[in-house]
């Protein structure tokens, strides 16, 4: 039971959420606010588990994830509900209770905070992480989820985590910072897309894939990966960032890798699930670092 829920949460994808908040919050540390960390970081994980809950019942109602009832792990979602292990209520009603406990931490950090604006950023983001699923909007399948992906994935944990400690927002520094966050977040969502084209439009979700064309989808890979490198370069030469940041570009190396296997094997779901690991493994070294050189520098 408790495995299986942990593949319903999508529990390995949580530090998509959890290393941007952490960066965000440590980009100043003086005067650490731990009480508002703690209640922020409850508000992005629970966030963030309530989005991939409410993601797997909204593909189940479209029919996307009924196609393939093969759990792959990394892409197709957790197929629990395929298999007749949880019901499309239970996923509906556990997402309802994680967002409601995000709810109630950011309800505590306004208090803390002694500021409502953060209820308002916060109502947004939980809005659009439901919305990014479900109907009436379903950005996922109208080729603009990957542009709110990259939002709550990137500028939303970072900035989020800097204005818990700072009281400030909008920042510039705080934005760029977080732009290299939610382009390597976007190539975990790319490259999983990938191998779900053919499923998708079964159920008429359209990604980017529909648009680009699986056939080329390792040039766009490409664009994602280095523009994400290239942001860390440029954080860099605006000396928002260490110049050991740049360490970090020792993973395009396995990033290339998983280009190389999206172009020769864009048909084969069992070969892209190697390009779906490659570019985790990519975003989570590449955070990792980013976290390690602001405390460091």
Same mark, same amino acid.
């Given at each position: 039971?408790?495995?299986?829920?942990?593949?319903?949460i999508r529990l390995p994808f949580i530090t998509a959420s959890l290393l941007p908040f952490f960066f965000g919050s440590f980009i100043v540390?003086?005067?650490?606010?731990?009480?508002?960390?703690?209640?922020?970081?409850?508000a992005a994980l629970s966030t963030h588990i309530s989005a991939n809950l409410i993601n797997d019942y909204g593909d189940s109602r479209s029919?996307?994830?009924?196609?393939?009832?093969?759990a792959y792990k990394f892409f197709g979602g957790s197929k629990l509900i395929q298999q007749n292990i949880f019901s499309e209520k239970f996923y509906l009603t556990s997402a309802i209770i994680f967002i409601l406990i995000s709810a109630a931490s950011v309800a505590?950090?306004? &208090?803390? *905070?002694?500021?409502?604006?953060?209820?308002? $950023?916060?109502?947004?983001?939980?809005?659009l992480s439901w919305l990014y699923s479900i109907s009436p909007l379903r950005f996922s399948y109208h080729?603009?989820?990957?542009?709110?992906?990259?939002?709550?994935f990137g500028p939303a944990p970072v900035m989020g985590g800097y204005f818990i400690q700072t009281g400030i927002f909008p920042d510039f520094k705080s934005?760029?910072?977080?732009?290299?966050?939610?382009m390597f977040t976007t190539a975990i969502l790319f490259a999983n897309e990938v191998p779900d084209f053919a499923d998708d439009q079964k159920?008429?979700?359209?990604?980017? &894939?529909? *648009?680009?064309?699986?056939?080329?989808?390792? $040039?766009?890979?490409?664009?994602?990966?280095?523009?994400?490198?290239?942001?860390i370069l440029l954080n860099v030469l605006f000396a928002f960032l260490s110049p050991f940041a740049l360490f970090t570009f020792f993973f395009v190396i396995p990033a290339l890798q998983a280009a190389q296997i999206i172009k020769k094997s864009f048909e084969n779901k069992t070969e892209l699930i190697k390009s779906s690991k490659l570019t985790i493994m990519v975003q989570n070294l590449v955070a990792v670092c980013l976290v390690l050189v602001i405390l460091f520098s």
């Open positions: 039971m408790i495995r299986n829920f942990i593949q319903a540390r003086k005067h650490f606010a731990f009480a508002g960390f703690v209640l922020g970081l409850i029919g996307a994830d009924w196609h393939d009832k093969k505590l950090l306004s &208090v803390v *905070l002694k500021s409502y604006f953060v209820l308002a $950023i916060y109502a947004i983001i939980a809005t080729r603009v989820g990957e542009v709110f992906l990259f939002l709550l934005f760029l910072l977080s732009l290299p966050f939610g159920a008429g979700k359209n990604t980017w &894939v529909s *648009l680009i064309g699986p056939q080329n989808c390792f $040039i766009f890979y490409y664009f994602l990966i280095f523009s994400g490198f290239f942001l």
